[in-house]
């Protein structure tokens, strides 16, 4: 891990497991009892506007219910302290990463704490409920807000901002993440194409993990503050 100086971490909903979160693909199949398709996507918003307000709004409270585990706080430690470039992207719409005091992060598929407005287009951050039709704030349009995540068929935020991040990496590192959702699912290849190393830390191999040069198998909670503390300690070997 010599001659890394900038670093991309891709993070899934497998860093926030260990926080109390449920993953989106569990044993069962299922995302809090329903199949991520019947909620995460245009048309199923527009068939049952309840069902998908309702839960994305207790989604939303359950926020306030868990804190950020020793491997956000790790990461949040590496963006501190790593002097070179760094960028977290996450494809997680909790705040856990931010609560845990990252800073050089963005939310690729959005986040539960804002509320997009169907009237005007505009993202206002949102703490509260959607599915009793509040008024934007923005434009005063009633009942337009929906959860600001970006369903399936959606095209995730900042995708140019992450080409040019994985073409620059020197490292790529991807956390939690199970591989079966595209583009991030092709961050890995995007990024060896341009030259970085990769390393895979996840409970199970993910369905890309013969894409990484190196996979660690374990709980983010132990292998993200090992990790990290790699990255710090062998930056200040080198320097002595
Ligand atoms: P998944 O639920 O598909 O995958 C979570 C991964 O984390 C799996 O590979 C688990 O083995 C792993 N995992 C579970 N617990 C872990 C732990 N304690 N430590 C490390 N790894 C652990 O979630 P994502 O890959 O994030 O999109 O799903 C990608 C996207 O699919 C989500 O962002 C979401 C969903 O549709 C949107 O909501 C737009």
Known sequence: MRDIETILVLTGAGISAESGLATFRGPDGLWEGH?????????ALARNPALVQNFYDMRRAALARVVPNAAHHALARLDAEWPGELLIVTQNVDDLHERAGARRMLHMHGELKSALCRECGGRVRWEGTLADGPACPLCGG??????????????PYQMERIEEALAGADLFVSIGTSGAVYPAAGFVQTARYHGAQTLELNLDPSAGSHFFHES?????????????????????????
């Open 35 to 43: 199949r991520v398709e019947e909620i995460c996507t245009p048309q």
């Open 142 to 155: 009633k009942g337009g807000l929906r959860p600001d995540i970006v369903f399936f068929g959606e095209m």
């Open 216 to 240: 660690r198998v374990g709980p983010a909670g132990l292998l993200v503050p090992e990790w990290v503390g790699d990255m710090l300690g062998d930056r200040v070997t080198d320097a002595g």
